[in-house]
Protein backbone atom coordinates (compact mmCIF):
# COMPACT_ATOMS: atom_id res chain seq x y z
CA UNK A 1 0.00 0.00 0.00
CA UNK A 2 1.29 3.29 -1.06
CA UNK A 3 1.98 5.96 1.93
CA UNK A 4 0.41 9.29 2.07
CA UNK A 5 3.03 11.42 0.93
CA UNK A 6 3.46 9.30 -2.62
CA UNK A 7 0.09 9.53 -3.51
CA UNK A 8 -0.48 13.55 -3.02
CA UNK A 9 2.79 13.72 -5.08
CA UNK A 10 1.11 11.37 -7.74
CA UNK A 11 -2.18 13.30 -7.89
CA UNK A 12 -0.26 16.40 -7.96
CA UNK A 13 1.59 15.05 -11.11
CA UNK A 14 -1.39 14.16 -13.07
CA UNK A 15 -2.85 17.42 -12.11
CA UNK A 16 0.15 19.84 -13.66
CA UNK A 17 -0.45 20.78 -16.87
CA UNK A 18 2.19 20.04 -19.78
CA UNK A 19 3.83 23.20 -18.98
CA UNK A 20 3.60 23.00 -14.95
CA UNK A 21 5.51 19.64 -15.79
CA UNK A 22 7.85 21.51 -18.09
CA UNK A 23 8.83 24.46 -15.66
CA UNK A 24 9.19 22.19 -12.50
CA UNK A 25 11.64 19.87 -14.65
CA UNK A 26 13.65 22.88 -15.98
CA UNK A 27 13.42 23.86 -12.05
CA UNK A 28 14.62 20.47 -11.06
CA UNK A 29 17.29 20.35 -13.54
CA UNK A 30 18.80 23.75 -12.42
CA UNK A 31 18.24 24.04 -8.65
CA UNK A 32 19.69 20.73 -7.37
CA UNK A 33 19.24 20.03 -3.62
CA UNK A 34 22.73 21.95 -3.02
CA UNK A 35 22.50 24.98 -5.05
CA UNK A 36 26.22 26.28 -5.54
CA UNK A 37 27.46 28.88 -7.65
CA UNK A 38 26.43 26.92 -10.81
CA UNK A 39 22.97 26.70 -10.32
CA UNK A 40 20.61 28.81 -12.98
CA UNK A 41 18.09 31.20 -11.20
CA UNK A 42 14.56 30.67 -13.27
CA UNK A 43 12.03 33.45 -13.09
CA UNK A 44 8.64 31.76 -13.75
CA UNK A 45 6.25 34.31 -15.45
CA UNK A 46 8.29 37.50 -14.03
CA UNK A 47 10.74 39.24 -15.50
CA UNK A 48 11.36 42.23 -13.01
CA UNK A 49 14.21 40.82 -11.13
CA UNK A 50 17.34 40.32 -12.70
CA UNK A 51 19.61 38.00 -10.74
CA UNK A 52 22.87 39.14 -10.44
CA UNK A 53 24.77 35.83 -11.43
CA UNK A 54 27.04 34.29 -14.42
CA UNK A 55 23.72 32.75 -15.62
CA UNK A 56 20.19 33.31 -15.45
CA UNK A 57 16.96 31.77 -17.14
CA UNK A 58 13.39 32.65 -17.59
CA UNK A 59 10.65 30.99 -18.64
CA UNK A 60 7.31 32.28 -19.23
CA UNK A 61 4.46 31.33 -20.71
CA UNK A 62 3.31 34.08 -23.76
CA UNK A 63 -0.09 33.46 -25.10
CA UNK A 64 -2.65 31.24 -26.63
CA UNK A 65 -1.17 29.80 -30.35
CA UNK A 66 -3.71 27.73 -30.98
CA UNK A 67 -7.33 25.92 -29.49
CA UNK A 68 -9.37 23.19 -30.54
CA UNK A 69 -12.91 24.05 -30.00
CA UNK A 70 -16.32 21.59 -30.61
CA UNK A 71 -19.63 21.45 -28.76
CA UNK A 72 -19.61 24.81 -28.07
CA UNK A 73 -16.59 24.46 -25.71
CA UNK A 74 -13.01 24.84 -26.07
CA UNK A 75 -12.03 20.97 -25.77
CA UNK A 76 -7.52 22.17 -25.52
CA UNK A 77 -5.50 24.82 -26.26
CA UNK A 78 -1.94 25.12 -27.41
CA UNK A 79 0.41 28.00 -25.45
CA UNK A 80 3.06 29.90 -26.93
CA UNK A 81 6.47 29.83 -24.38
CA UNK A 82 9.82 30.58 -24.49
CA UNK A 83 13.08 30.15 -22.29
CA UNK A 84 15.47 32.48 -22.31
CA UNK A 85 19.21 31.75 -20.94
CA UNK A 86 21.21 34.36 -20.76
CA UNK A 87 25.10 33.77 -19.80
CA UNK A 88 28.14 35.86 -19.41
CA UNK A 89 29.91 32.10 -21.36
CA UNK A 90 30.09 31.85 -25.09
CA UNK A 91 29.18 28.40 -24.58
CA UNK A 92 26.42 28.92 -22.10
CA UNK A 93 28.23 27.12 -19.39
CA UNK A 94 26.15 23.73 -20.22
CA UNK A 95 22.92 25.04 -19.53
CA UNK A 96 22.02 25.04 -23.53
CA UNK A 97 22.29 21.24 -23.59
CA UNK A 98 20.45 20.64 -20.96
CA UNK A 99 17.70 22.90 -21.67
CA UNK A 100 17.29 21.23 -25.16
CA UNK A 101 17.50 18.23 -23.69
CA UNK A 102 14.57 19.30 -21.17
CA UNK A 103 12.54 21.00 -24.47
CA UNK A 104 12.67 17.38 -26.19
CA UNK A 105 11.50 15.79 -23.38
CA UNK A 106 8.47 17.66 -23.01
CA UNK A 107 7.75 19.24 -26.35
CA UNK A 108 8.97 16.97 -28.89
CA UNK A 109 9.54 18.72 -31.84
CA UNK A 110 7.48 22.04 -31.34
CA UNK A 111 10.34 23.86 -30.44
CA UNK A 112 12.90 25.90 -31.55
CA UNK A 113 16.18 28.26 -31.00
CA UNK A 114 14.10 31.23 -31.98
CA UNK A 115 17.10 33.99 -31.13
CA UNK A 116 20.76 33.88 -30.29
CA UNK A 117 22.11 37.92 -29.44
CA UNK A 118 25.34 39.46 -28.10
CA UNK A 119 24.25 42.09 -25.62
CA UNK A 120 26.87 44.26 -26.25
CA UNK A 121 26.43 46.35 -23.42
CA UNK A 122 26.36 43.65 -20.86
CA UNK A 123 28.87 41.27 -21.91
CA UNK A 124 26.15 38.85 -21.84
CA UNK A 125 24.77 36.18 -24.85
CA UNK A 126 21.05 35.24 -24.98
CA UNK A 127 19.16 32.42 -26.03
CA UNK A 128 15.69 32.05 -26.66
CA UNK A 129 13.43 28.93 -27.29
CA UNK A 130 10.23 29.23 -28.45
CA UNK A 131 8.06 26.23 -27.42
CA UNK A 132 4.48 25.22 -27.70
CA UNK A 133 2.88 23.58 -25.73
CA UNK A 134 -0.83 21.82 -24.90
CA UNK A 135 -1.80 23.40 -21.09
CA UNK B 1 14.22 40.08 -37.79
CA UNK B 2 11.86 38.47 -40.11
CA UNK B 3 9.13 35.06 -40.04
CA UNK B 4 9.51 32.33 -42.38
CA UNK B 5 6.35 29.79 -42.48
CA UNK B 6 5.46 27.74 -44.53
CA UNK B 7 1.85 26.63 -45.92
CA UNK B 8 0.99 23.35 -45.84
CA UNK B 9 -2.23 21.47 -46.83
CA UNK B 10 -3.35 23.51 -50.14
CA UNK B 11 -3.26 20.47 -52.44
CA UNK B 12 -5.97 21.57 -54.33
CA UNK B 13 -4.52 25.06 -54.81
CA UNK B 14 -0.80 23.36 -55.96
CA UNK B 15 -3.55 21.35 -58.35
CA UNK B 16 -4.65 24.42 -59.92
CA UNK B 17 -1.24 26.39 -60.39
CA UNK B 18 -0.46 23.07 -62.15
CA UNK B 19 -2.88 23.83 -64.16
CA UNK B 20 -1.78 27.49 -65.07
CA UNK B 21 1.69 26.43 -66.91
CA UNK B 22 3.92 29.30 -67.45
CA UNK B 23 1.41 31.75 -65.66
CA UNK B 24 1.62 29.76 -62.55
CA UNK B 25 4.62 31.60 -61.04
CA UNK B 26 2.79 35.33 -61.36
CA UNK B 27 -0.13 33.95 -59.86
CA UNK B 28 1.69 32.23 -57.34
CA UNK B 29 3.93 35.64 -56.74
CA UNK B 30 0.74 37.75 -56.84
CA UNK B 31 -1.18 35.53 -54.09
CA UNK B 32 2.06 35.30 -51.96
CA UNK B 33 1.97 39.21 -51.97
CA UNK B 34 -1.03 39.75 -50.65
CA UNK B 35 -0.85 36.87 -47.94
CA UNK B 36 2.19 38.96 -46.83
CA UNK B 37 0.62 41.96 -46.75
CA UNK B 38 -1.99 40.35 -44.07
CA UNK B 39 0.64 39.38 -42.14
CA UNK B 40 2.84 42.27 -42.07
CA UNK B 41 -0.94 44.39 -40.94
CA UNK B 42 -0.95 41.95 -38.66
CA UNK B 43 2.45 42.03 -36.87
CA UNK B 44 2.11 46.16 -36.96
CA UNK B 45 -1.19 45.45 -35.28
CA UNK B 46 -0.07 43.56 -32.52
CA UNK B 47 2.76 46.34 -32.40
CA UNK B 48 0.76 48.93 -31.57
CA UNK B 49 -0.50 47.09 -28.16
CA UNK B 50 3.21 47.01 -27.43
CA UNK B 51 3.32 48.86 -23.17
CA UNK B 52 5.62 51.59 -22.86
CA UNK B 53 7.05 53.66 -20.28
CA UNK B 54 8.94 57.23 -19.94
CA UNK B 55 12.70 56.34 -20.88
CA UNK B 56 15.00 55.28 -18.52
CA UNK B 57 18.01 53.74 -17.91
CA UNK B 58 17.64 50.70 -16.03
CA UNK B 59 19.87 50.40 -13.33
CA UNK B 60 21.92 47.56 -11.57
CA UNK B 61 19.12 44.70 -11.61
CA UNK B 62 16.69 46.28 -12.84
CA UNK B 63 14.58 46.12 -16.08
CA UNK B 64 12.43 48.22 -18.08
CA UNK B 65 9.85 48.96 -20.97
CA UNK B 66 10.22 50.18 -24.23
CA UNK B 67 10.28 53.50 -24.42
CA UNK B 68 7.39 55.42 -26.51
CA UNK B 69 10.24 56.44 -29.00
CA UNK B 70 11.40 53.07 -29.81
CA UNK B 71 7.40 52.13 -30.62
CA UNK B 72 7.33 54.93 -32.70
CA UNK B 73 9.91 53.56 -34.75
CA UNK B 74 8.57 50.20 -35.41
CA UNK B 75 5.08 51.52 -36.41
CA UNK B 76 6.94 54.56 -38.82
CA UNK B 77 6.00 54.20 -42.21
CA UNK B 78 8.28 52.10 -44.04
CA UNK B 79 9.51 50.25 -40.76
CA UNK B 80 8.05 47.09 -41.90
CA UNK B 81 9.11 45.88 -45.36
CA UNK B 82 7.88 42.85 -47.43
CA UNK B 83 11.35 40.99 -48.77
CA UNK B 84 12.08 41.15 -52.84
CA UNK B 85 10.72 37.62 -53.76
CA UNK B 86 12.79 34.71 -54.23
CA UNK B 87 11.45 32.36 -57.40
CA UNK B 88 13.36 29.07 -57.10
CA UNK B 89 11.73 26.75 -60.21
CA UNK B 90 8.12 26.27 -58.88
CA UNK B 91 8.49 28.06 -55.72
CA UNK B 92 8.26 31.61 -54.58
CA UNK B 93 9.35 32.24 -51.41
CA UNK B 94 9.52 36.06 -48.78
CA UNK B 95 9.80 37.26 -45.96
CA UNK B 96 8.03 39.71 -43.26
CA UNK B 97 10.42 41.91 -41.31
CA UNK B 98 12.20 44.45 -40.36
CA UNK B 99 15.59 43.35 -41.75
CA UNK B 100 16.75 45.77 -43.82
CA UNK B 101 14.63 48.61 -42.17
CA UNK B 102 17.37 50.50 -41.78
CA UNK B 103 18.74 53.13 -39.02
CA UNK B 104 16.15 55.48 -37.00
CA UNK B 105 17.38 57.72 -34.76
CA UNK B 106 16.58 58.11 -30.72
CA UNK B 107 17.19 61.15 -28.34
CA UNK B 108 18.82 58.65 -25.77
CA UNK B 109 22.42 57.25 -25.98
CA UNK B 110 23.10 54.35 -22.97
CA UNK B 111 26.73 54.56 -24.64
CA UNK B 112 26.88 58.03 -22.85
CA UNK B 113 25.39 57.19 -19.39
CA UNK B 114 26.45 56.55 -15.99
CA UNK B 115 24.14 54.75 -15.08
CA UNK B 116 24.47 51.93 -17.82
CA UNK B 117 24.66 48.61 -15.86
CA UNK B 118 27.76 46.21 -16.42
CA UNK B 119 29.15 47.79 -19.50
CA UNK B 120 32.16 44.99 -20.38
CA UNK B 121 34.99 46.29 -22.36
CA UNK B 122 35.34 43.91 -24.89
CA UNK B 123 38.50 43.13 -27.31
CA UNK B 124 38.07 44.09 -30.84
CA UNK B 125 40.83 43.44 -32.82
CA UNK B 126 42.80 43.30 -29.94
CA UNK B 127 42.14 46.92 -29.22
CA UNK B 128 39.57 48.01 -25.92
CA UNK B 129 36.16 48.11 -27.31
CA UNK B 130 34.18 51.58 -26.23
CA UNK B 131 31.90 53.84 -28.49
CA UNK B 132 34.46 56.17 -29.99
CA UNK B 133 36.74 53.20 -30.83
CA UNK B 134 34.21 51.43 -32.74
CA UNK B 135 33.36 54.57 -34.45
CA UNK B 136 36.79 55.49 -35.10
CA UNK B 137 37.24 51.56 -36.80
CA UNK B 138 33.71 52.06 -39.06
CA UNK B 139 35.06 55.54 -40.06
CA UNK B 140 39.07 54.50 -40.70
CA UNK B 141 37.90 51.61 -42.76
CA UNK B 142 35.67 53.25 -45.23
CA UNK B 143 32.79 51.55 -43.64
CA UNK B 144 30.87 54.47 -42.20
CA UNK B 145 27.60 54.59 -45.04
CA UNK B 146 27.66 50.94 -45.10
CA UNK B 147 26.51 51.11 -40.76
CA UNK B 148 24.21 54.29 -41.59
CA UNK B 149 26.66 56.52 -40.29
CA UNK B 150 28.37 59.88 -42.10
CA UNK B 151 31.94 60.41 -41.77
CA UNK B 152 31.41 63.34 -40.64
CA UNK B 153 29.40 62.18 -37.07
CA UNK B 154 30.65 62.77 -34.29
CA UNK B 155 29.61 61.09 -30.99
CA UNK B 156 26.58 61.83 -31.56
CA UNK B 157 26.31 58.95 -34.28
CA UNK B 158 26.00 56.73 -32.05
CA UNK B 159 21.76 58.24 -31.29
CA UNK B 160 21.26 55.59 -34.96
CA UNK B 161 19.80 52.54 -34.04
CA UNK B 162 19.47 49.61 -36.27
CA UNK B 163 15.42 49.13 -36.56
CA UNK B 164 15.99 45.87 -36.77
CA UNK B 165 17.67 45.38 -33.26
CA UNK B 166 15.00 47.50 -31.66
CA UNK B 167 12.04 45.68 -32.93
CA UNK B 168 14.12 42.50 -31.45
CA UNK B 169 14.99 44.13 -28.61
CA UNK B 170 11.34 44.18 -27.85
CA UNK B 171 10.17 40.81 -28.95
CA UNK B 172 12.49 38.72 -27.73
CA UNK B 173 13.66 40.99 -24.33
CA UNK B 174 17.12 42.19 -23.04
CA UNK B 175 18.29 41.30 -19.86
CA UNK B 176 17.58 44.91 -19.21
CA UNK B 177 14.15 44.96 -21.09
CA UNK B 178 11.24 43.10 -20.28
CA UNK B 179 10.07 40.90 -23.54
CA UNK B 180 7.06 41.42 -25.48
CA UNK B 181 6.56 39.05 -28.20
CA UNK B 182 4.76 41.28 -30.73
CA UNK B 183 6.16 39.20 -33.67
CA UNK B 184 5.05 36.10 -32.81
CA UNK B 185 1.76 37.30 -31.28
CA UNK B 186 1.01 39.10 -34.89
CA UNK B 187 2.47 36.27 -36.77
CA UNK B 188 0.34 34.08 -35.39
CA UNK B 189 -2.87 35.84 -35.42
CA UNK B 190 -2.29 36.84 -39.06
CA UNK B 191 -1.41 33.00 -40.52
CA UNK B 192 -5.00 31.39 -41.30
CA UNK B 193 -5.89 34.56 -42.39
CA UNK B 194 -2.99 35.08 -44.51
CA UNK B 195 -3.87 31.35 -45.81
CA UNK B 196 -7.64 32.49 -46.55
CA UNK B 197 -6.15 34.98 -48.74
CA UNK B 198 -3.60 33.40 -50.50
CA UNK B 199 -5.79 30.34 -51.38
CA UNK B 200 -8.84 33.07 -52.43
CA UNK B 201 -6.37 34.92 -54.74
CA UNK B 202 -5.32 31.81 -56.81
CA UNK B 203 -8.59 30.55 -57.06
CA UNK B 204 -10.23 33.98 -58.13
CA UNK B 205 -6.97 34.32 -60.90
CA UNK B 206 -7.07 30.78 -61.81
CA UNK B 207 -10.75 31.48 -62.66
CA UNK B 208 -10.36 34.60 -64.94
CA UNK B 209 -7.55 32.86 -66.53
CA UNK B 210 -9.32 30.11 -67.41
CA UNK B 211 -12.24 31.99 -68.44
CA UNK B 212 -10.27 34.53 -70.56
CA UNK B 213 -8.52 31.19 -72.58
CA UNK B 214 -11.95 29.81 -72.79
CA UNK B 215 -13.33 32.77 -74.08
CA UNK B 216 -10.26 32.79 -76.53
CA UNK B 217 -10.49 29.78 -77.97
CA UNK B 218 -14.49 30.43 -78.85
CA UNK B 219 -13.39 33.51 -80.75
CA UNK B 220 -10.92 31.51 -82.87
Known sequence: MPDEENTNTTQEDEEATEYQKLVNDLKALTQGETPNAHTLPMAEDEWYTRPDTVSYGIVSLDFEADALNGDNTKLSAAHEGSVDLFSMSKSGAGWVEMITDTLKNHCDASWSLNSHTYERDTGLFHWEWVFQIWG | ?220
Open chain 2, 1 to 220: MAITMKFTGMEEISAMLDQLGDQANFVASFALYEGAGVMADSINAAARAIVTEPFRYAGPGQTRLPSPEEKAILLENGSMGIARFDKNGSEVNTSVGYNKSGYADVSWNHMNSAARTNYKAVSFKGKENTASSTLRFIRRSGKAEQYGLSSSMGHGAQNRKPVGVIANAINSGTSFMKKQPFFRIGANNGRRKAEEVIRATVERLFNQIINNNGAGRKSA
